[in-house]
């Protein structure tokens, strides 16, 4: 079937149809160029790199700058999926103008095709600002990331019927405000449902259930990259840490036993210029004594 380039209207057909959408993060070209291939309607390219990639203990120390050169290597690499690029903190909450060129940034220096920011109803004005300037925005609430330690950790949200009405009321101020489409993370599965029915635009869920309207997943969680710890929304599949330690392990085996480089591995010369190469090395081979190698010792120093 022919391919061609995921839209903000084909993904918001796909919600009309009932059709599931499907987001993964991508952080680099070899990533991008795998995921395009198996066919995502969407990359995005998360700030979670700060924890992923990067090494960071969260995602609040991730810069523009990271996220910007992430972003151009993952649009090298991409051709039919839409590209998202995710604001880093304090890159877009101080003020609206602010917002607007660091969004514009994505687009322009990272290639992006639309930006992702968490936040909610408070968020709203800036989303509008963003939106009006001509940038498409996908909303974020639920478990932020961003502000973990404020909601006491990385829990779940929207477990009380008052919580599960702040979200809904906050999926609503950013479809209001423009947005094209909402990730809810870590909601209960029925919440997460209810709101995603509420809603004209599509809902993309992170540990938020089937009902949403949209998967997304993290690439080293869902290909065990990255396995320190895997969250209860995780499903790996694959396991591919293990494969990468076991085939380095055997890289480290085979030069201790020169097994690598093999015969197929290396480069060869023609015998004659060998020769000559070895005879002219005797006039370059000095002994302390300053008098020049004698024949044959040339070829013993370099097989020494
Ligand atoms: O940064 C990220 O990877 C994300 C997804 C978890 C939605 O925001």
Do not use: W
């Amino acid at each position: 079937m022919d391919r061609k380039k995921v839209t903000i209207p084909a993904l918001s057909a796909k919600k009309q149809r009932g059709e599931p959408i499907t987001m993964i993060t991508a952080y680099d070209y070899p990533g991008a160029l795998a995921v395009d291939e198996a066919g995502v309607d969407l990359i995005l390219v998360g700030d979670s790199l700060g924890m992923v990639v990067l090494g960071y203990d969260s995602t609040v120390p991730v810069t523009m700058d990271e996220m910007i050169n992430h972003t151009a290597a993952v649009k090298r690499g991409t051709r039919f999926a839409h590209l998202v690029g995710d604001m880093p903190f304090l890159s877009y909450q101080a003020d609206a103008k602010e917002a607007i060129r660091n969004a514009g940034r994505f687009l322009k220096e990272g290639g992006a095709d639309s930006i992702k920011l968490e936040g909610g109803a408070a968020l709203a004005p800036i989303v509008k600002a963003i939106v009006d300037a001509g940038i498409a925005v996908m909303g974020h609430i639920g478990l932020t990331p961003q502000s973990a330690s404020k909601l006491g950790g990385y829990r779940v949200q929207g477990k009380t019927a008052s919580a599960a009405q702040q979200l809904l009321e906050d999926a609503l101020a950013l479809q209001e405000a423009g947005a094209y489409a909402i990730v809810l993370e870590t909601t209960p599965d029925r919440v997460s449902e209810f709101i995603s029915k509420q809603l004209a635009i599509p809902t993309i869920g992170i540990g938020g259930g089937v009902g949403c309207d949209g998967q997304v997943l993290v690439f080293h969680d869902l290909l065990g990259y990255f396995d320190r710890f895997s969250p209860k929304h995780n499903k790996r599949y694959a396991n591919l840490k293990p494969i990468i330690v076991d085939a380095v392990k055997q890289y480290v085996a085979d030069v201790h036993t020169r097994t690598f480089p093999a015969a197929e591995n290396s480069f060869t010369i023609d015998d004659a210029q060998f020769e000559a190469f070895v005879q002219a090395a005797r006039s370059t081979v000095v002994h302390s004594d300053g008098q020049h190698a004698e024949e044959g010792e040339a070829l013993g120093k370099i097989y020494g």
